[in-house]
């Protein structure tokens, strides 16, 4: 190197010494955050725009120092945030940190392999088939179901339905869907709880978003069979094509569970992919008094459960289990000339079943958890979270200006005021108000639901922090606003 060449750690990276005193540093940061996060507030209160409007509009064109940027983080991107994290943030479903699993991140991170193939990283891709197989035991799935990581539900259940449009025998793969006039109209089912990740998956498909059909469900909010069955019967007599059902285990809305056993039988009979959105309810399954939740997914062509929603694995990491994921490679395999030579070993290559070839090594870190929680710790933690819905359910139960709106089955409680002397849309707002109220304390962090034209608070636990005492407060917020509402 020429004396009028830069150091390498002057373009951006830091030399080892510096390095490890940074990496020290935030350790000692991501401790100190996650052992005080309990003291911040939940939601900032900068308008939109506050964010972009404090930094730079273009890139700097030299180097910065590391410790201005990591002011700039404290001073800045923090407070900005929604702490997810938070032991009161019952917003959505629970979202938890968790040691081992912030270890984890930040091990693959150092290590930076893409686990496409064997070849590109052996340990990655092994190590994935092993926490796979340990995770289809827990949740007590067949052994004909073999796993597929991916980052979201969203995107398992896309690939899920492309498996199941291929398995039709209609060539889309190779030939496509325009212009194709001797193609049926193909359909898709599922509850009028289920996700919008369902729409989401034949837009991207091209099946069409109109093409999704809302079956209704009971007073449980679960799908009815019969129901299903007509409208499937229906399609046939028009000449369309049914693709697909998906039944759910925990809805987004109120965790409830459709009847799979009967759900699949229905498919059965008609010979139609039954896939099973168990994204939240499949944790449900390493209980032993909870497996209820997951009876008859064994006769599921395909089946997602995120682990990062109730098994305490960090955000990004969605399981997709099929009995049929020849289909998938069918769809998904792809090997270019560039490839051809890391991809020829006699091993495990999980890019061909997905659309990404770089894959980060997120079994890494659900390694971690697995191991360090043990199933036995597992248990316990949902045990808890069942209990603490249970207890807010029996305050609201005995409150005369509140009531339940849907059955606790899991760790959600859907609740409203309860006033006869409003009417709907006055009660549906006075709702809102209460959980806008909420969030703004910065205290806690609620959503809102819509069950069947009633707004309702929704109040999900799954965070490893939450005590009694943050339910117990955020109940007791909860009342104090709704008084002030009145």
Not at 153 to 178: C, F, K, Y
Not at 188 to 214: F, M, P
Not at 215 to 228: W, Y
Not at 286 to 291: A, D, I, K, T, V
Request: with cysteine; aromatic share 6%; charged share 20%.
């Amino acid at each position: 190197m020429s004396n009028d060449e830069p150091a390498p750690q002057s373009l951006g990276d830091l030399d080892p010494a510096e390095f490890r005193q940074r990496l020290h540093e935030a350790a000692d940061w991501i401790a100190d955050y996650r052992e005080q996060i309990g003291a911040r507030r939940i939601s900032p209160q900068e308008p939109p725009g506050a964010i972009i409007a404090a930094l730079p509009s273009s890139a700097p064109s030299a180097p910065e120092p590391l410790v201005a940027i990591l002011e700039d983080l404290d001073r800045i991107i923090v407070p900005g945030l929604v702490h997810w994290g938070h032991p009161a943030f019952f917003g959505y479903f629970g979202s938890t940190t968790t040691a081992p699993g912030i270890l984890g991140e930040m091990i693959a991170a150092a290590l930076n392999v893409s686990a496409m193939t064997w070849r590109t990283s052996p340990a990655a891709t092994e190590l994935e088939t092993v926490v796979l197989e340990w995770l289809r035991k827990m949740l007590h799935l067949s052994d004909e179901h073999r796993g597929v990581v991916y980052d979201t539900a969203s995107v398992a259940t896309l690939h899920a339905l492309a498996a199941a449009r291929e398995a039709l025998g209609l060539d889309i793969r190779r030939s496509g869907l325009a212009g194709r006039t001797e193609l049926p109209r193909l359909k898709v089912y599922a509850s009028d709880q289920a996700h919008s990740s369902i729409e989401k998956a034949v837009i991207t498909l091209g099946i069409g978003e109109e093409n999704v059909t809302r079956v209704p469900t009971d007073d449980e909010f679960r799908i009815i069979p019969a129901a299903l069955e007509a409208e499937i019967l229906k399609d046939m007599a028009d000449g369309h094509r049914p693709c697909a059902v998906v039944a759910t285990v925990g809805t987004t809305s109120t965790t409830s569970v459709d009847p799979v056993e009967a759900i699949a039988a229905v498919c059965r009979k008609h010979n139609i992919w039954l896939h099973v959105d168990a994204a939240y309810g499949g944790a449900m399954a390493l209980l032993p008094e909870g497996r209820w939740a997951m009876a008859g997914t064994d006769l599921a062509d395909s089946i997602v459960v995120n682990p990062h929603k109730w098994l305490f694995v960090p955000l990004d990491f969605s399981v997709l289990y099929t009995r049929r994921r020849e289909m998938l490679r069918a769809v998904f395999a792809l090997t270019p000339e560039y490839l051809r030579g890391d991809a020829s070993a006699n091993a495990e290559n999980y890019m061909d079943y997905g659309i990404q070839l770089g894959r980060r090594f997120r079994a890494l870190k659900a390694w971690m958890v697995f191991r360090a929680f043990g199933e036995e710790g597992l248990r316990l933690r949902i045990r808890e979270h069942i209990r603490l819905a249970r207890l807010l359910a029996s305050w609201i139960a005995a409150d005369p200006g509140f009531e339940l709106v849907a059955p606790v089955t899991m760790a959600v409680v859907c609740f409203s005021v309860r006033n006869q002397q409003m009417s709907l849309p006055q009660v549906n707002h006075t709702v809102e108000v209460i959980v806008q109220s909420v969030n703004a304390t910065g205290e806690a962090y609620l959503t809102h639901t819509d069950i069947r034209g009633r707004t309702a608070i929704r109040l999900a636990i799954g965070n490893v922090l939450t005590t009694e005492a943050h339910v117990a407060a955020c109940w007791a917020l909860v009342r104090a606003v709704s008084a002030s509402a009145a």
